[in-house]
C-alpha cells in the first residue's frame, strides 16, 4: 500500500535537518505540500524545500519566542491557505548538570522550545482544524519520556513527557472534532543533535542496549510519520509509537 498526501498541507517544525528533515521529505515524495520550518540553518531548509517541490517553501521562526511561534503559525495559513497536519518536531538537548550555575536558565530554555512551542502551535492548530472540520497533530516526543534520561538531561525527559500528556489530551479532548493527536518516541537516533552525545558515551555502548545491530537513524521514523499523516491510523490517536529498536518498550 502507497501512502497518498496529496492534497495535503503539513507543516513541519525543525525541518532542516535530522528526523525533521526526513519527515519532510518522506511526506512531501507522498505528494503533501510541506512548510518546511528552521532557525537559523536556512540554506540547509532552502535545499530541503527544494528537493521536495510541490510547492514547498520555508518558514524561519525562533520557537523559544511565543510571539514567533504564532507567527510561523499565521504564516504558514497566510501561504497556504489552510493546514492539514502539524508536526511538532523542532526540539533542544540542553546539557545541564545539576551543579552548573546556569541550571535554571537552561531548564527555561529546553521547555521553551520543546514544549511551550508545541503546545502554542498545538493550540492553534487545534482552532484552526475545529473550523475545518479537522486535522491531525503529530509530537515527535522520546523515550525519556517513560524511561526517564540521565541528571543532565533532566528537563529534555520532563519536556518530553510534556508532550506526551499534550497529545493525549488533545485526542481525548477533541477527537469528535475530527482531530486526531499521534506520538512517536524514538530513542537513541543517528543525527547532527545526538553526534557529540554518541560520541561521548560510545557507539558500542549505545549499541549493547538495543535489540538491533545498528543506531535508530531518521529515516527509520520519517514513513511513520507519513503513515500518521495520511489518515489510515486514525483509531490509534492518542497512541504512543516506540521507535528505539526495543532499548525501551512500554
Not at 475545518?132 to 541528571?151: H, L
Amino acid at each position: 500500500m502507497q501512502i497518498d498526501l496529496k492534497g495535503k498541507n503539513i507543516l513541519v517544525t525543525g525541518a532542516s535537518r535530522g528526523i525533521g528533515k526526513a519527515i519532510a521529505e518522506t511526506i512531501g515524495g507522498a505528494g503533501a505540500k510541506v512548510a518546511v520550518h528552521f532557525y537559523s540553518a536556512e540554506k540547509e531548509a532552502s535545499l530541503v524545500a527544494r528537493s521536495i517541490g510541490n510547492g514547498a517553501k520555508t518558514f524561519q521562526a525562533g520557537l523559544e519566542s511565543p510571539a514567533e511561534c504564532e507567527k510561523l503559525f499565521e504564516n504558514v495559513i497566510k501561504d497556504f491557505g489552510s493546514l492539514d497536519v502539524l508536526v511538532n518536531n523542532a526540539g533542544a538537548m540542553i546539557m545541564a548538570g545539576l551543579d552548573d550555575k546556569d541550571w535554571v536558565e537552561k531548564w527555561d530554555r529546553t521547555m521553551a522550545i520543546n514544549l511551550r512551542s508545541a503546545g502554542i502551535l498545538s493550540r492553534l492548530a487545534v482552532l484552526h482544524f475545529k473550523k475545518k472540520g479537522g486535522g491531525r497533530i503529530i509530537n515527535i516526543a522520546s523515550r525519556a519520556a517513560f524511561r526517564g534520561d540521565t541528571p543532565e538531561f533532566l528537563a529534555y525527559a520532563a519536556s518530553k513527557g510534556g508532550m506526551v500528556a499534550l497529545s493525549r489530551s488533545i485526542a481525548r479532548d477533541f477527537g469528535k472534532d475530527g482531530i486526531k493527536s499521534f506520538i512517536i518516541a524514538p530513542g537513541w537516533v543517528r543525527t547532527e543533535a545526538t553526534r557529540e552525545s554518541i560520541e561521548e558515551y560510545g557507539e558500542d555502548q549505545i549499541l549493547g542496549g538495543i535489540a538491533l545491530d545498528r543506531l535508530t537513524e531518521p529515516k527509520d521514523i520519517a514513513p511513520l510519520a507519513a503513515f500518521l499523516a495520511s489518515g489510515l491510523a486514525d483509531h490509534a490517536t492518542g497512541g504512543t509509537f516506540d521507535v528505539n529498536a526495543a532499548s525501551y518498550v512500554h
